[in-house]
């Protein structure tokens, strides 16, 4: 199994998978984040990436989303985890939920988004992916078997509006992801996603709500709650992770 594991908010280590060795590498689109570690899960290597480093020094819209890809693809990756903190839009979807999306809207800009920009030396060309679902619909599946079998509440769907940040945004512009239809709102699914598509590899999300989408809640938005909730809630995740990694491993 090839399976990486890209860890948001919150999730900067993984303490659950046993002793790790640490995994640095040139690639030609820069550097990648710090703190890549690769664990040994039932025979086999898994890769954990945490997006923002591992002390968390990149916002959103910092990170190197290129080189990342690059180096799990180069470490032979046809699998990526990527966990998400989101703020919650649909009604059904209260802090503590658990959502394995769907779909995306991008809203972000300026980020490197792709690896066909006709000007790099190791993607040649110009090519336009096929991104209608831009999820590895099987990889969602096998998740959310997981859940069920496993008893871990959970949704099956979710349209992630992704957010440029660093900042929350407005009510107004909570208001209009709700109209344009999404469910929850993040800052890193994108490019991640698509970059991934690219390089041919499966992607699918967990996407952890910890806070309701500003302006959405009576009460004012308090950084230290949505922290408390990232962290206890994440640790939730990094529980049930062993399990997961074994249950994928299964398919093969
Ligand atoms: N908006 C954008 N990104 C987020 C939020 C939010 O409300 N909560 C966690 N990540």
């Keep these: 199994m090839s399976i990486a594991i890209i860890g948001g908010s919150g999730l900067t280590q993984l303490t659950t998978l046993g002793e790790a060795n640490t995994v640095s590498q040139d690639t030609p689109f820069g550097a990648h984040s710090e703190g890549v570690c690769r664990f040994q899960v039932n025979n086999s290597d898994v890769i ?53 999306p769907h779909q995306i809207i991008d809203y972000t800009w300026g980020r490197e988004h792709t690896f066909f920009d006709g000007k790099n030396t190791v993607m040649k060309g110009v090519e336009h992916i096929d991104f209608t679902y ?67 590899i499966d992607y699918a999300s967990l996407s952890l709500v910890v806070n309701w989408a500003p302006g959405l809640a009576e009460e004012e938005l308090s950084m230290e709650v949505i922290m408390q909730l990232v962290a206890s809630e994440m640790k939730k995740v990094c529980d049930f992770f062993p399990n997961l990694l074994k249950f994928l491993e299964l398919d093969h």
């Design 134 to 200: 831009p999820y590895s619909e099987a990889l969602r599946q096998r998740m959310l078997s997981f859940f069920e079998q496993a008893g871990i509440d959970h949704l099956n769907y979710g349209t992630y509006g992704c957010t440029q940040g660093p900042r929350l945004e407005t009510a107004a512009e909570t208001q209009r992801l709700e109209n344009d239809g999404c469910d929850i709102v993040g800052m890193t699914a994108m490019p991640e996603a698509a970059l991934a598509r690219e390089l041919e």
């Design 48 to 100: 954990f990436l945490p997006r923002h480093g591992d002390q968390h020094q990149s916002p959103p819209h910092g990170v190197n989303y290129r080189a990342n890809l690059w180096l799990l693809k180069s470490l032979g990756i046809t699998k990526i985890i990527a966990c998400n903190v989101v703020g919650g839009i649909n009604d059904n979807m209260p802090p503590k939920t658990l959502v394995v």
